[in-house]
């Protein structure tokens, strides 16, 4: 059987291993590793067999053609500099086993076309104005920020990393926009990291396209567009109100879906809070376990389209586990990419029922 060296680093560093960890496991030198991913020479059988086992891929993973891949500077993460080279890694292999899925579903299925204007003229806080207005949105409130993004074109997928410091992050691949969210994150701060990458898309196209460096100021003004596009300037204004205590922030939070840091922080830059107001509420609400659990919780919002899609499959007999085997990968792995959302355990994939539908 054909081996691919590449698709042994991608798929050792999509599980987060080492060489010297890989070496240890199969019994062997750091040395024998270098030589299977520089394709000097490929692993024996039971070596191969142990690798399989070891990271959690099918052998004919390993026979496919080279990976499409993103650049770590094409990626629009949060916290690079929290963030070690092996968990960067193993976000980015996440990515690219999206595409992967994706243009598996794309091949059967007709999806959005992307809307996204490029924006980076603009200020973050215009951006996000502009932005409403071209979406016909005005200054209502977004009930569900994955479905709006997922009908302008957007393709979201979920990031299943138990580490805070990859919130989430966006790429353009082929000219199609993709958002990865974190799932282990409380639902509204989800949703503010939606709208943080939303505005990369829109201002920040050039660069994640172009290798500029990803900087602390493109994520302050990333934030900036994601609390005025989540709380429109007016929307906020218009529910003024006397004396803001924690409170009355949890009853507010309600109409934009945010969270009691994130409504905070808008009102004191709408000039709404003193300075010592927000910096009281800022302690209360850390005080109170606010900041990482979120009172009156919202439910996590999961992918429209994902689950379309799903049922489309369902109907035509093509399980979860058939879809692992047509992609050769596992079947957490495409668990992991879609919200948890699950295909029923029906039959094989049959070739001559695939259909291209329009989803949205």
Known sequence: ????????????????????????ELGLQVRSIQGYESGEYAPEPDKLALICELLRFPAEFFAGDDLPSIAPHAASFRSMSKMSATLRNVALGTGITAFLLNDWIEERFRLPEADVPDLSDLSPEDAAASLRRIWGLGEAPIGNLVHLLESKGIRLYSLAIEAREVDAFS??????????????????????DAAHELGHLVRDRHSMLHGKIHSPDMEREANAFASAFLMPKASVLARRTGIVTVGKLIQLKQNWGVSLAALAFRMNQLGLLSEWTYRNLCIEIAKNGYRTSEPNPMRHETSQVLRKVFDALRSDGISR??????LCVSKEDIDNLTFGLALSSVSQIDSQSQKRLRIG
């Open 171 to 192: 790429v353009w691949h082929e000219g199609n926009p993709f958002v990865f969210l974190n799932t282990i994150k409380s639902a509204e701060h989800s949703r503010f």
């Open 321 to 326: 586990s058939a879809l692992a085997r047509e």
């Open 1 to 24: 059987m054909f081996f691919n060296p590449s698709r042994l680093e991608f798929a050792r560093t999509r599980r987060g291993w080492t060489k010297a960890r890989l070496a240890k």
